[in-house]
T-cell receptor
Framework: KNQVEQSPQSLIILEGKNCTLQ??????????LRWYKQDTGRGPVSLTI?????NTKSNGRYTATLDADTKQSSLHITASQLSDSASYIC??????????????FGKGTHLIIQP | KAGVTQTPRYLIKTRGQQVTLSCSPI?????VSWYQQTPGQGLQFLFE???????NKGNFPGRFSGRQFSNSRSEMNVSTLELGDSALYLC????????????FGPGTRLLVL
């Protein structure tokens, strides 16, 4: 069964500090992995999307890494800001078909940035 | 280019009623997917429509249904509402199928009393 596990479930850090969120998956075959940011009461917004051949992808202060051998990904946030407070969701797409039924969602990491 | 829009944004219903939610995808996008999001379960796939055809369906009862119109706008309907249907309902649009890039709408918050 395809699964995506995210850790930690929740995290509180001080403004200006860095943090790293983890995503482990057992999706096969693998097409791509995405990180989304979801503010409270809003829809998810894409941060990065990576294929098998990509190890690192950045979007401003967000840097995602992918190790396809160990089936692990991480999202690193640099110099956190209050606006980074949100849930971060890891989504893995299985190959073939390309439909929404091939997507496996993690339950997210709830990040709180304290001033 | 306008993003994905969903209406209404908030809805309160009572058990046994039915509800219809609407989603307008990004102009030119042909795929619309629907998801239910609850605190305990995260995002769960409901169904995907592509060019007016339902391409696949998640593991939800038949009370949940949907359709897509020729302009790609989509509606989902939930009949005989139960308390457990209270959730944030998200739709996402894609240029083609959802396996690559999806753009989510703001969601409809449904509360069933």
């Amino acid at each position: 069964k395809n699964q995506v596990e995210q850790s930690p479930q929740s995290l509180i850090i001080l403004e200006g500090k860095n943090c790293t969120l983890q995503c482990n998956y057992t999706v096969s075959p693998f097409s791509n992995l995405r990180w989304y940011k979801q503010d409270t009461g809003r829809g998810p917004v894409s941060l990065t999307i990576m294929t098998f051949s990509e190890n690192t992808k950045s979007n401003g202060r967000y840097t995602a890494t992918l190790d396809a051998d160990t089936k692990q990904s991480s999202l690193h946030i640099t110099a956190s800001q209050l606006s980074d407070s949100a849930s971060y969701i890891c989504v893995v797409s299985a190959d073939g078909g390309g439909g929404a039924d091939g997507l496996t969602f993690g339950k997210g990491t709830h990040l709180i940035i304290q001033p | 280019k306008a993003g994905v829009t969903q209406t209404p944004r908030y809805l309160i219903k009572t058990r046994g009623q039915q509800v219809t939610l609407s989603c307008s995808p990004i102009s030119g996008h042909r795929s619309v997917s629907w998801y239910q999001q609850t605190p305990g379960q995260g995002l769960q796939f409901l169904f995907e429509y592509f060019s007016e055809t339902q391409r696949n369906k998640g593991n939800f009862p038949g009370r949940f249904s949907g359709r897509q119109f020729s302009n790609s706008r989509s509606e989902m309907n939930v009949s005989t509402l139960e308390l457990g249907d209270s959730a944030l309902y998200l739709c996402a649009s894609s240029l083609n199928r959802a396996g690559w890039t999806q753009y989510f709408g703001p969601g409809t918050r449904l509360l069933v009393l």
